[in-house]
């Protein structure tokens, strides 16, 4: 298995092409009829297969065996232009500066006829990224094209690009790849590479990947290595920061319980385990959504959802209203997080929430503070036994997330807990851990080595095999979510190179070293095996039901 499927399966004919039908369709028939443009332009988010499409339009221009819809991939023009080194295809991005200087002299040599091929082609890649000057030079090729020199432009920001360039070119949208579309070709990928896979691991890829078939093809390398050659959930879980689903569920069965104990119990492991509890709420929301699907529309879950059976059955656990309700205050626990004193005070918050809104089976307290006996109405009389002495404990945040919000640049006297800045930020692979931060910008992060701070300025490398992670939206979130934890602006500079001791590649090690271990001491947890047992014994209780 080699570390490159994004590129191995980088397609190479418009067949082949995942979710782009509508521009496939529309270049196909203009190649077909021999409609040729001079220009084209190709929009679209990152990842979505613009200089993919470029390189193939490249070929149905150049193919020996004419100009065509199918090219044929054998051909000397096919196979040069598959390898990279067609002489006559000119690709440039234009965020990278040095290139764009020369533009000039580039778009001069357009004149002279091709070498090799039958057309010139130049793809540039970012075009919205061109100087003026640039513009100026391209537009002059633009206006009176030689009949043998096409352009491909490719852009993430078509707004960006003059009027005068934009109304010269034919242009193309292309669309973010449905997660269904993307999970098909993780599928059909570990397929041909005959590797083992769950179907839940590959919707959470697909759900990370953000519409970009690159960025999955680049998680399914990660997730392989993560799995050491295996894909399957909870290992894409843990690599991806995402939450168990059996803490889910184990909230969501306290909620029919109306336990509140247990409720807070819950969030105190969870929190012990340093789980995201942001993301825990956005899961929570999103397994009641697919449980109002399945009270609504239950067609709508595909056979192989992962824990359909589990969700049908908590379908018929609440009513239609009640899980509006839970979905509501999840989102708006989600969305108030910030504003919480901490973390986990919020989480827990929007539990109680949920437990005190939800009219479930009511319990009322007898005069002397016992439960009293068997279901009563519910009116604004009934105490739910929902926070009691020892879950106002559990409340009290755990000893792992006590330093988080504490982090001070210089040390307090006494406070032999806190240290400076750096000296976390040279413990680089534990912060990213620490950190909240998920999906591909977690990923960079795992990703990088910390090298020096200088100022504001926080400088990181990233070896030369994952600067694709580079991107602009990543160094963000993770500039973002290290401003917060530290309590201060930071400035992230990211340049490649390092030692390649990064926490994901330490990780790997470790894991592959570990991994039987691991799976068997997983089983064997008494935790884990009690919430299946649990589980399982409340699906079949039919006992427990809401009070309408
Ligand atoms: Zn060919």
Redesign the pocket.
């Known amino acids: 298995m080699t570390l490159a499927l994004a590129r191995k399966w980088r397609p190479r004919n418009f067949t082949e092409l995942v979710g782009q039908e509508h521009v496939v369709r529309a270049i196909s028939n203009a190649l077909a009829q021999n409609r040729l443009h001079h220009a084209y332009l190709l929009t679209g988010t990152r990842g979505v297969g613009k200089t993919t499409l470029a390189r193939i339009i490249a070929?149905a221009l150049n193919?020996?065996?004419g100009v065509t819809a199918t090219?044929?991939?054998?051909?000397a023009?096919?196979v040069e232009i598959d390898a990279g080194r067609f002489v006559d295809l000119i690709e440039l991005d234009a965020a990278s500066n040095t290139q764009v200087d020369n533009m000039r002299e580039l778009l001069e040599n357009a004149m002279y006829a091709p070498t090799s091929g039958r057309f010139k082609v130049y793809i540039i890649d970012e075009v919205h990224m061109l100087s003026r000057n640039a513009f100026n030079a391209m537009l002059k090729t633009l206006e009176e094209p030689p009949a043998h020199v096409k352009f491909i432009l490719a852009t993430t920001d078509p707004q960006k690009i003059p009027v005068t360039v934009l109304s010269r070119c034919l242009q193309f949208n292309l669309k973010q790849i449905p997660l269904a579309q993307i999970r098909g070709q993780l599928e059909y990928v570990l397929g041909k590479e005959g590797v083992a896979f769950d179907v839940p691991a590959l919707s959470l890829l697909a759900r990370a990947a953000e519409g970009s078939m690159r960025d999955a093809l680049s998680l399914l390398d990660q997730a392989i290595a993560h799995g050491a050659g295996k894909v399957e959930e909870a290992s894409v879980r843990e690599m991806l920061g995402a939450v168990d689903r059996g803490y889910l569920f184990s909230i969501i069965h306290a909620l029919t319980r109306g336990d509140g104990p247990a409720l807070l119990a819950e969030a105190d492991r969870m929190a012990a385990r340093s789980l995201s509890l942001e993301t825990a709420l956005q899961e929570l929301a999103t397994l009641l959504h697919r449980v109002a699907l399945a009270q609504t529309v239950p067609e709508a879950l595909a056979d192989d959802e992962p824990g359909r059976d589990t969700l049908v059955a908590l379908a018929g656990k609440f009513s239609a209203e009640d899980v509006q309700l839970l979905y509501q205050i999840a989102i708006h626990g989600r969305r108030d997080l910030s504003l919480a004193p901490d973390e986990f005070a919020g989480f827990t918050m929007t539990l109680m929430r949920m437990l005190a809104f939800v009219p479930l089976e009511p319990v009322s307290l007898d005069q002397n503070g016992k439960l009293a006996a068997g279901p009563v109405a519910t009116n604004s009389a009934t105490v739910r036994p929902a926070v009691t002495p020892a879950a106002t404990r559990a409340i009290e945040p755990p000893r792992a997330m006590e330093s988080q919000p504490r982090v001070l640049e210089k040390p307090i006297p006494g406070g032999d807990e806190i240290r400076p800045i750096e000296a976390e930020l040279s413990d680089w692979r534990n912060l990213v851990g620490r950190i909240k931060v998920g999906g591909m910008a977690r990923m960079l992060g795992d990703n990088c080595e910390f090298q020096a701070l200088q100022g504001d300025n926080l400088d990181l490398v990233v070896p030369e095999a994952h600067k694709h992670l580079l991107e602009k939206a990543y160094t963000e979130k993770l500039q973002a979510a290290l401003g917060e934890y530290f309590g201060r602006r930071l400035r992230l500079r990211i340049s490649a190179g390092g030692s390649g001791k990064t926490p994901a590649e330490i990780e790997n090690q470790e894991r592959q070293a570990k991994l039987a271990k691991a799976i068997e001491s997983i089983d064997a947890d008494p935790f884990v095996r009690e919430l299946v047992e649990n589980f399982d014994a409340r699906v079949k209780d039919t006992s427990i039901k809401p009070v309408q």
């Open positions: 070929k193919c020996e065996t090219p044929c991939g054998k051909c023009a096919c």
